[in-house]
T-cell receptor, first 114, second 113 residues
Framework: NAGVMQNPRHLVRRRGQEARLRCSPM?????VYWYRQLPEEGLKFMVY????????ESGMPKERFSAEFPKEGPSILRIQQVVRGDSAAYFC????????????FGSGTRLTVV | KNQVEQSPQSLIILEGKNCTLQ??????????LRWYKQDTGRGPVSLTI?????NTKSNGRYTATLDADTKQSSLHITASQLSDSASYIC????????????FGAGTQVVVTP
């Protein structure tokens, strides 16, 4: 039973390019959460999605960031026109329902903007 | 202002010794409190989850306590091992519609031989 799978593990982008981060939840989990972790800081909530729906995006920057969780396939966090300040570790978690018990994290994608 | 504060920021202990990490929170309404272990370069892994009515929970050599009145929690590591070197993160679930998680900044524990 594979856990939460994130890819790529490491991503390097030049300023102005687009970054696409993928997250496949655990089998049987239909709730996905994205977090960002800056060096020396705690994880910060970005967005909570259920299949085809955004439930809570209160932590998402207003511009350049978007997320989706289509009916088929992984959840995607998209960052357009990346800047150096976007460099961080991005973690995805999934859970089987809204109670967030059974919450499981992926190993993260480390984005470096050069 | 972070609603979950952890102390100390970092800790060095000798292998075999015990240590206690602290967590204070102001999150309201409260649903549950979790402790996670995060190894370098990995995602957080759950150690314990406690609801309002629970004041202690153990997972092997890890024991967490919760005082919901004073909004304090601690994580005690007994007979530390080199593999305990990691960041330990206190996380509080908000008791609203979907239980958003508020993360502390973590305590970095280094166990030395």
């Amino acid at each position: 039973n594979a856990g939460v799978m994130q890819n790529p593990r490491h991503l390097v982008r030049r300023r102005g390019q687009e970054a696409r981060l993928r997250c496949s939840p655990m089998k049987g989990h239909s709730h996905v959460y994205w977090y960002r972790q800056l060096p020396e800081e705690g994880l910060k909530f970005m967005v909570y999605l259920q299949k085809e729906n955004i439930i809570d995006e209160s932590g998402m920057p207003k511009e350049r960031f978007s997320a989706e969780f289509p009916k088929e396939g992984p959840s995607i966090l998209r960052i357009q026109q990346v800047v150096r300040g976007d460099s961080a570790a991005y973690f995805c978690a999934s859970s089987p329902d809204r109670t967030n018990y059974g919450y499981t994290f992926g190993s993260g994608t480390r984005l470096t903007v050069v | 202002k972070n609603q979950v504060e952890q102390s100390p920021q970092s800790l060095i202990i000798l292998e075999g010794k015990n240590c206690t990490l602290q967590c204070n929170y102001t999150v309201s309404p409260f649903s549950n409190l979790r402790w996670y272990k995060q190894d370098t370069g990995r995602g957080p892994v759950s150690l314990t989850i406690m609801t309002f009515s629970e004041n202690t929970k153990s997972n092997g050599r890890y024991t967490a306590t919760l005082d919901a009145d004073t909004k304090q929690s601690s994580l005690h590591i007994t007979a530390s091992q080199l593999s305990d070197s990691a960041s330990y993160i206190c996380v509080v679930s908000v008791g609203d519609s979907w239980g958003k998680l508020q993360f502390g900044a973590g305590t970095q524990v280094v166990v030395t031989p």
